[in-house]
């Protein structure tokens, strides 16, 4: 009996932490759809208007804009950055290796507003005006840990019987690697740079204080929820968590469809 609703229990705890946790999501997707006119605060009713006159509201397409350039170009240079690093760690020996890798790690266990203040203070001792150029520099330093751990853990999981089986194929170094080593660690650095994307997009203490007058997506909700956030900024949320959902499902499917190949193969 004890142990029958001990199972209930559990199933009923998950069931609330499910719910805590999409209760603001689908706060955001109701509200997408209302029929609102200056706040978006109380239910006026339903209407398609604000997804099909999403820009109507410049100030929301621009601040989406400048996220999304800051992410993908943060992105594209935390995951090379990172990937280089990565590879250096774990296949080779070199003095300071071990004082490398905690340097690398300290971004992740800092503190967002010790680490943005501390840019900051550096940009402005520096001279360095506060701008797009700031917030990228800073977004790309805070993800390049996230991307080193997620690229490590692939190439310590990598068989190096692969890649000797190259060099016994008569390739060259570079042929080994773009041939063999690399597709392999196409899944980990595709990880790491949806992680570096999410991250940098999402981020708002660290950009807070590096933007200077650059208005982030982050920022805009943070301005704008005193005064109740414009239905586009919903729509705009709930699109991106929309096409979050159906990377996922996408990303699932393919890798049943190819363990079902797989299996049938074998």
Not at 234 to 250: E, Y
Request: with cysteine; aromatic share 12%.
């Amino acid at each position: 009996m004890i142990r029958f609703l001990g199972k209930y229990w559990l199933y009923g705890y998950v069931a609330l932490a499910f719910l805590i946790l999409l209760i603001p999501i689908a706060y955001t997707i109701v509200f997408s759809f209302n029929d609102s006119v200056r706040t978006n605060i109380i239910w006026n009713g339903f209407t398609l208007r604000n997804w099909l006159t999403v820009c109507d509201r410049m100030d929301v397409c621009v601040a989406f804009g400048n996220s999304i350039i800051v992410a993908v170009v943060a992105t594209v240079a935390a995951t090379t950055m990172g990937t280089m690093i990565a590879i250096a760690l774990v296949r080779y020996s070199f003095r300071f290796r071990q004082t490398t890798t905690l340097l690398i790690f300290l971004p992740m266990t800092t503190p967002d507003v010790v680490l943005g203040a501390g840019l900051a203070a550096y940009f402005l001792q520096a001279g360095v005006p506060k701008s797009m150029t700031t917030v990228i520099i800073a977004h790309t330093l805070f993800c390049i840990s996230f991307v080193v751990v997620t690229v490590r853990a692939r190439i310590a999981t990598l068989d190096p019987v692969l890649e000797e089986a190259g060099r016994d194929l008569y390739g060259s170094p570079n042929q080994v690697f773009w041939r063999v080593t690399f597709p392999n660690l196409v899944p980990g650095i595709m990880a790491a740079a949806l992680l570096s994307f999410a991250l940098s997009f999402d981020d708002f203490i660290i950009t807070n204080f590096n933007a200077g007058n650059l208005v982030t997506f982050p920022r805009y909700i943070y301005t704008a929820a005193a005064r109740g956030i414009p239905a586009q900024a919903n729509v705009i949320a709930s699109a991106v968590f929309f096409l979050a959902i159906a990377l996922v499902i996408i990303v699932q499917v393919r890798a049943t469809i190819k363990r079902g190949r797989l299996l049938h193969q074998n």
